[in-house]
């Protein structure tokens, strides 16, 4: 299969379109700080408007977070409870002045299966900045890969069921079609902040040529430097998409 094209910046290096963050560390970094893992995770809602403000300023088009995984339900209720919390005041607090700077919110993952509340304010937030287009903010949101692969198939699968679809025609490109991404670049760069060295579960199939960053960072401590510093690493990667 021929490379896909790459936008450069005109002097044949490769332009950083999408990034996509495995935001780690909120935990370790408030047992550092002998505070409660809740003050972690709200020093990673300070992070991320440090990144979303300075993500388009670099040239940055298309942000993917992952906020919570389908995974993260595991975690004890209390603090499954309190990163809802924080995510339907982010959403209420930040979305004026989002769609005022130009962001269009979107979201994926199995995120109609939040709470009713929390599935209107999703929904408000993308009717509002469906039009922007300074930067594309995802927020996969109650994610997994694995799941947003499935259901992919299933999609296919009853189509093919229903006629609608010879199951000699699925490629790539129609899988692709049916992912919650549908319509995204695939991310250039997936960076994982705090040292470890896993996808967990996040962009399984999107992923498939993309550069892994990692930084020992913890994620509350993530600033417009460290995202300079992860263009760099970026601009230094060789790409060959499969070929030499
Ligand atoms: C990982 O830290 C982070 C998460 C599980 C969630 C990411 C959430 C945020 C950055 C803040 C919430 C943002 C919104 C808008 C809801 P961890 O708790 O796994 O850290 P640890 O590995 O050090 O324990």
């Given amino acids: 299969m021929p490379a896909p094209a790459r936008?450069?910046?005109?002097?044949?290096?490769?332009?950083?379109?999408?990034?996509?963050?495995i935001m780690d560390g909120n935990g370790r970094w408030a047992a550092r700080n002998r505070l409660p893992r809740l003050a972690g995770h709200r020093a990673?809602?300070?992070?991320?408007?440090?990144?979303?403000?300075?993500?388009?300023?670099?040239?940055?088009?298309?942000?993917?977070?992952?906020a919570f995984s389908s995974e993260n339900w595991k975690r004890p209720a209390e603090e499954v409870s309190d990163l809802m919390g924080l995510l339907r005041h982010y959403i209420r607090s930040e979305v004026k002045s989002l769609n005022e700077n130009g962001v269009r919110l979107d979201f994926i993952g199995n995120?109609?299966?939040?709470?009713?509340?929390?599935?209107?304010?999703?929904?408000?937030?993308?009717?509002?900045?469906?039009?922007?287009?300074?930067?594309t903010m995802v927020m996969a949101l109650n994610y997994g890969g694995q799941d947003e692969i499935v259901r992919?198939?299933?999609?296919?699968?009853?189509?093919?069921?229903?006629?609608?679809?010879?199951?000699?025609?699925?490629?790539?490109?129609?899988?692709?079609?049916?992912?919650?991404?549908?319509?995204?670049?695939?991310?250039?760069?997936v960076l994982r902040t705090s040292g470890e060295m896993r996808l967990s579960n996040f962009l399984l199939w999107q992923a498939?040529?993309?550069e892994i960053v990692v930084t020992e960072t913890l994620w509350p401590d993530f600033n417009a430097a460290h995202l300079m510093a992860v263009l760099d690493e970026f601009g230094k990667r060789e790409r060959r998409f499969g070929g030499r």
């Fill in 7 to 21: 936008p450069d910046d005109g002097d044949g290096a490769a332009v950083l379109r999408h990034l996509a963050i």
């Fill in 44 to 66: 990673g809602v300070e992070a991320l408007r440090r990144v979303v403000e300075a993500a388009p300023r670099l040239g940055i088009e298309v942000l993917t977070l992952y």
């Fill in 111 to 135: 995120w109609q299966a939040l709470k009713p509340d929390l599935v209107s304010l999703i929904e408000e937030a993308r009717a509002l900045t469906g039009g922007n287009t300074r930067l």
């Fill in 152 to 189: 992919a198939a299933r999609a296919l699968a009853a189509d093919a069921a229903a006629g609608r679809i010879d199951p000699a025609a699925i490629d790539v490109a129609a899988l692709a079609g049916r992912l919650d991404t549908a319509g995204l670049p695939p991310p250039d760069v």
């Fill in 208 to 210: 498939a040529y993309a």
